[in-house]
């Protein structure tokens, strides 16, 4: 993994541990997971599998009840550790989320200006003057006019809506940008747009970006580095390219599989049998045997080792050492 | 749609409601039993002659649809006739009643929204203990009419304590502030109750917005977070409460006048119904449609100022 340059991580999840009550097992079991400065990771998987979960507690996130271990250092600091004071000045600054859904995430009563500049207003980080001037250069920066602090959500189209809420996460100038399917409430027009408007952005600005999604080809055609999580853990890491044209573990070469394509014959669309574990069993050995086609006796009974691939019998040979 | 083609619009179709119920209400005065003679002789028996005289004063021997035009001509020239019971015009009946009807009731609103509000928001975000208190107490508060919340009013806080007068408008501003206070919390207990409800299950509505979460994941101060986010999107609601407060308001002071003897338009409106004083009754009946309608238009005028998605009569089709 080429880093550029030795500096802080943007974000270093160590051994994150997630649990909720009433839950039998952790819904995170030891995550860990790097963002550089400037570089973007990739976060795959289906619903359920902790990626959203992930990426939130980047911001201190948490669901009500939620115990954790571990760490989440954001720029090296510790999230899990701060005080309410601490986290709001992270999220107001260091780290910010672009949303799922713009159309929700977006207060339908509120002008675009207020919206852009209430995170670094309310908090005293910028004058009106400053953060009105700062939000119409990010506008600008995202590709839209700054007539648009005028209006309200409603006069806008959700791609419009989508690059106005990356320009919002963008105002405290965040070392950390955290995007969580940023483009599935789109429509495809606006998602490419969205895609390669986040490229630019990275570059720009030297921002590290988690991209979450459930789209492994969005995920290669965007990232540096992937890493694929089931059931709350990453099973298999590697540059982007080498995971997509070469997976070595079952799940990964079963969720690019079942990628519907263009180019494909049509007819029945290839799915994964079987659901995820349920959260309220416990689970011994590896999470996805139980719906694996190379699954053993030994799968059943004993996890799977760490990463780059947590699997007992990866595909085309032996766990090799990259 | 431009604002000044709307107001118009809505004008306009206030005046045919009002032609409409200026029908209904000249007609339901003559459908009641008991003619405004027989009140006058007071159950005297009259000679012919007598009853002749008064039935030709009040043109009484006239076609309905005649006294009907005959009156709605003179009350578009502002002329509401003469009271039977106070023998004045009734338009300075009005007059001299108005000013203690609208003090009362815009004391009535300030305390309904100032306390309404302030519960409703403390409800819907503290929760727990301090929620539950404020369900029951809101929930007893609805559960009381204006006119028993008057007399136990009366009885603690002006009989047994002494603190405020049992009834009259006193004189100067001051001192008629005074007098009402009583029966102008006794008219709000109701509404808070409901205001309350209302605000609170429209903040916890808006506090389930992914919007809410997302402006907590900016940094958006808590507060900041309830007040931009959560209240002002309840406003709407609230609006829409609001206008039905104030016509509950117009009302409730009918009831709430007579129990404290407040010399207002809703004691008139109580006396001149028992005595048969038809101008009296018609004049109030027609004034109080008229705020009603009032009450409506502000509201929709209001309405595109608290959600810029609402555009001015966007439920017509030409919207």
């Not at chain 2, 408008?169 to 008629?176: I, K, R, W």
């Not at chain 2, 299950?201 to 994941?217: N, P, T």
Request: hydrophobic share 45%.
């Amino acid at each position: 993994m080429n880093h550029p340059e030795e500096r802080v991580n943007a974000l270093d999840i160590r051994g994150l541990r997630l649990h909720l009550p009433g839950a039998a097992r952790p819904v995170l079991d030891g995550v860990d997971l790097t963002v550089a400065p400037g570089e973007t990771v990739a976060l795959v998987g289906e619903s359920g599998s902790g990626k959203s979960l992930t990426s939130r507690s980047a911001l201190g996130l948490l669901p009500p009840g939620a115990t954790t271990g571990g760490s989440v250092l954001v720029d090296g600091e510790d999230v899990l550790t701060m005080g309410p004071d601490r986290l709001r000045a992270l999220r107001t600054g260091r780290a910010a989320m672009v949303f799922q859904d713009p159309r929700a995430a977006v207060n339908p009563l509120r002008r675009i200006g207020d919206f852009l500049t209430e995170g670094v207003r309310r908090t005293g980080v910028l004058g009106k003057a400053d953060a009105d001037r700062r939000a119409a250069e990010l506008l600008d920066a995202v590709g839209l006019g700054p007539e648009l602090l005028r209006r309200y959500p409603g006069q806008l189209s959700g791609g419009m809506l989508q690059r106005v809420m990356i320009a919002g996460a963008l105002m405290g100038d965040p070392v950390l940008l955290l995007a969580d399917e940023p483009t599935t409430a789109l429509d495809v027009t606006s998602q490419a747009e969205v895609i390669a408007l986040l490229g630019q952005l990275r570059e720009r600005f030297g921002t590290g970006l988690l991209f979450v999604t459930h789209d492994l080809g969005l995920a290669a055609a965007i990232s540096d580095r992937v890493h694929v999580m089931y059931a709350g853990r990453i099973v298999e890491s590697g540059p982007a390219e080498a995971l997509f044209e070469r997976p070595r573990h079952p799940y990964t070469a079963a969720l690019l599989a079942a990628t519907p394509r263009l180019d494909a014959r049509p007819g029945r669309l290839a799915a994964i049998d079987g659901q995820p574990p349920d959260l309220r069993q416990d689970l011994t050995g590896c999470a996805f045997a139980a719906r694996c086609p190379y699954a053993t006796g030994l799968c059943h009974e004993e996890a799977p080792g760490p990463w780059p691939v947590a699997c007992h019998h990866p595909l085309e040979g032996n766990p090799a050492d990259d | 749609m431009n604002f000044l083609r709307f107001a118009a619009r809505r004008l306009a179709e206030m005046a045919a409601t009002l032609l409409g119920a200026s029908f209904v209400v000249f007609g339901a005065m003559y459908l009641a039993p008991g003619s405004p003679a027989s009140f006058l002789l007071s159950g005297r028996s009259a000679s012919p002659a007598a009853l002749q005289a008064i039935n030709e004063q009040y043109h009484l021997d006239d076609p309905f649809l005649v006294r009907y035009l005959r009156w709605l001509g003179q009350v578009l020239h502002g002329d509401f006739g003469r009271s039977i019971t106070y023998r004045t015009d009734v338009s300075t009946l009005l007059a001299d009643r108005l000013p203690a009807t609208l003090t009362l009731v815009a004391m009535a609103l300030l305390v309904v929204v100032m306390i309404g509000l302030a519960l409703g928001w403390i409800g819907a975000v503290r929760g727990g203990a301090t929620d539950s208190t404020i369900l029951l107490t809101t929930t007893l508060a609805v559960g009381t009419p204006s006119f028993v919340a008057a007399v136990l009013l009366q009885g603690l806080f002006a009989v047994k304590l002494g603190w405020f007068p049992t009834s009259g408008t006193g004189d100067g501003f001051a001192d008629l502030l005074w007098h009402l206070t009583l029966p102008a919390v006794a008219l709000a207990l109701y509404l808070i109750g409901m205001l309350a409800r209302v605000t609170r299950s429209a903040m916890l509505e808006a506090l389930d917005g992914e919007h809410v979460a997302v402006a907590r994941s900016r940094g958006v101060p808590e507060r900041e977070v309830i007040r931009r986010h959560v209240f002002r999107n309840s406003l709407g609601t609230v609006l829409t409460t609001g206008g039905l407060i104030v016509s509950t308001l117009l009302v409730c002071t009918i009831l709430v006048e007579s129990a404290f003897s407040i010399g207002g338009i809703g004691q008139l409106l109580e006396l001149s119904t028992s005595t048969k004083d038809f101008p009296t009754v018609q004049a109030i009946s027609l004034l109080i449609v008229a705020l009603f309608m009032t009450v409506n238009l502000v509201v929709d005028l209001l309405h595109p100022l608290v959600d810029p998605r609402v555009t001015l009569g966007a439920r017509r089709s030409e919207a």
